[in-house]
C-alpha cells in the first residue's frame, strides 16, 4: 500500500512529465480526431467501405485514450485510488484493443483479396493491425510489469501514446495537410529520433536506458517489415496467419 506521503514524493518527483504526458495524451486525441475526421468522421452516418469491425476499434481505441488522458491527472491529483481503478478497468479494456486490431486487420485482408490479389493482401498485412498488436502488447505488458517502478512506467505508457500518435497524424498529414504519402517516412523518422534523444537523455541523467530502448527496438522492427512485406519470409508469416486466424 502506498502512503500519502509517499504517494505525494512520487508525484512531486514526477510532475513535470507527467504534465507533459497530460498535454501529449490531450494532443493525441486532437490528432485522432483530426487525422481520421475526413477519412472516417465525416463518412457518417452510412460510414461507406467501413464495417462493424472498425466502428468497434474506434469505440475501444478512443476509449483507450481517455483512459490514457485520465491517468497521468489522476496522479497529479493525487487521486490514487481512482488512479489504480483506471489501471485494473485496463486489464478488460486493453485485450478489447488488441482484438480490435486484428478484426481491422482481418477486414482488411478480406477486401484487398478480392481487390488487389494475395499476394498484396499479405503484404498489406504489414501495416495492418497484425505487427501493431504484437507492439502494444510488449509495451503494455512491461507498463504493467513495472506499475511500482514509476518511472519504467510512465515511459512505456508515454511510448504506447506515440505508437499510437501514427495513424492520426499521418492521415493529418496526408487527407488534410496535402502533404504526400512519403511525408510518413518523415514521421516515422522524427518519432525516432525523439524516442533516442529520451534515451540519451536519460543516460545521461544516469536513468535506465531500457524503456525507450525497447520502443527503439520496436520502431527497427515496423521499419524492417515494411519494406520487406512482399518477401518470402514476411509472406510466409502473413499466410500463414490469414489461413489459420482469419
Known amino acids: 500500500m502506498i502512503t500519502s506521503e509517499l504517494s505525494k514524493d512520487i508525484s512531486k518527483k514526477n510532475s513535470g512529465i507527467t504534465n507533459r504526458l497530460i498535454y501529449f495524451f490531450i494532443f493525441l486525441l486532437f490528432m485522432s480526431f483530426a487525422g481520421f475526421y475526413k477519412t472516417y468522421l465525416v463518412k457518417f452516418p452510412n460510414f461507406e ?8 476499434h474506434g469505440i475501444i481505441m ?3 485514450i481517455l483512459m490514457l488522458i485520465a491517468q497521468p491527472i489522476l496522479i497529479r491529483t493525487n487521486n490514487l485510488k481512482w488512479h489504480r481503478l483506471v489501471g485494473k478497468a485496463s486489464y478488460f479494456i486493453f485485450p478489447l484493443l488488441v482484438l480490435s486490431f486484428f478484426l481491422v486487420a482481418r477486414a482488411g485482408y478480406l477486401r484487398n483479396i478480392k481487390t488487389i490479389g494475395e499476394t498484396e493482401a499479405l503484404a498489406s ?23 511500482k517502478k514509476t518511472s519504467f512506467h510512465i515511459r512505456f505508457f508515454a511510448c504506447i501514446g506515440l505508437m499510437i500518435l501514427g495513424p492520426g497524424l499521418g492521415r493529418f498529414l496526408i487527407a488534410v495537410c496535402g502533404f504526400p504519402f512519403s511525408v510518413l517516412g518523415i514521421m516515422g523518422g ?6 533516442l534523444g529520451w534515451m540519451i537523455t536519460d ?17 527497427c522492427t515496423t521499419l524492417s517489415i515494411g519494406p520487406n512485406s512482399h518477401s518470402a519470409w514476411w509472406q510466409s508469416i502473413a499466410k500463414w496467419i490469414a489461413t489459420h486466424l482469419f
Open 62 to 64: 478512443l476509449t483507450w
Open 203 to 219: 543516460i545521461i541523467k544516469k536513468r535506465s536506458a531500457f524503456p525507450m530502448a525497447v520502443f527503439i527496438a520496436i520502431i
Open 190 to 195: 522524427g518519432i525516432t529520433l525523439f524516442a
Open 125 to 147: 498485412m504489414g501495416f495492418s493491425g497484425i505487427p501493431d498488436m504484437f507492439y502494444i502488447s510488449i509495451l503494455y505488458g512491461f507498463g504493467i510489469y513495472y506499475k
Open 49 to 56: 467501405e467501413f464495417n462493424w469491425a472498425h466502428h468497434f
